[in-house]
């Protein structure tokens, strides 16, 4: 199993452009979330899916939007990319019959708005 | 919105020394879960705990959940360089969230 798998690993954009970000999952985990992590913060959680067409808002969703066409894959778009956006972004899934949701997590992608 | 405060924020130490390091809510959580990630890698779970006043542990790590399930704490015994990372709390209040706290960056000097 490769886990959880993010591409790209490092991008920059410019002001105004847009991009998506990829997740994908070989675990057949319902759960996936995608956090942001900003220098010497903790992850806050932007969006999340409790399966595939379910999607949900997190605590800072603005700027982004999320779809789950299938169990494996959940692409994060960002629209008009702003400088406030520049963060390490997180995909995570979690497993039905959990009741704790311990979460996996990919190896990230770092995104620098300029 | 649930608040979990971590702390210290940064602790560096000698390799060999122990250290605690605290996770508190005003909140009950109905479970807590310990991460550690590494520069450039994604967070790694350690262990959860559940129940009130438990005490897991993991080689020289020992974890424990306050009797209240409002506060955590996570023990390293003879700290090792490779013990060396962000530690995160991240606290589920019943639903298929987490809340995490703002870690606490440890360095183990050798």
């Keep these: 199993n490769a886990g959880v798998t993010q591409t790209p690993k490092f991008r920059i954009l410019k002001i105004g452009q847009s991009m998506t970000l990829q997740c994908t999952q070989d675990m057949n985990h319902n759960y996936m979330y995608w956090y942001r992590q900003d220098p010497g913060m903790g992850l806050k959680l932007i969006y999340y899916s409790v399966g595939a067409g379910i999607t949900d808002k997190g605590e800072v969703p603005n700027g982004y939007n999320v779809s789950r066409s299938t169990t494996e894959d959940f692409p994060l778009r960002l629209e008009l990319a702003a400088p406030s956006q520049t963060s390490v972004y997180f995909c995570a899934s979690s497993y039905l019959g959990t009741s704790s949701y311990e979460q996996y997590f990919g190896p990230g992608t770092r995104l620098t708005v300029t | 919105t ?38 450039g890698e994604g967070p790694v779970l350690l262990v959860t705990v559940v129940t009130g006043g438990e005490v897991k542990k993991l080689k020289r ?42 870690g606490t960056r440890l360095t183990i000097i050798p």
């Design chain 2, 2 to 39: 649930q608040l979990l405060e971590q702390s210290p924020q940064f602790l560096s130490i000698q390799e060999g020394e122990n250290l605690t390091v605290y996770c508190n809510s005003s909140s009950v959580f109905s479970s807590l879960q310990w991460y550690r990630q590494e520069p």
């Design chain 2, 61 to 102: 790590l020992t974890f424990q959940f306050g009797d209240a399930r409002k506060d955590s704490s996570l023990h390293i015994t003879a700290a090792q360089p490779g013990d060396t990372g962000l530690y995160l709390c991240a606290g589920n209040f019943g639903n298929e969230k987490l809340t995490f706290g703002t």
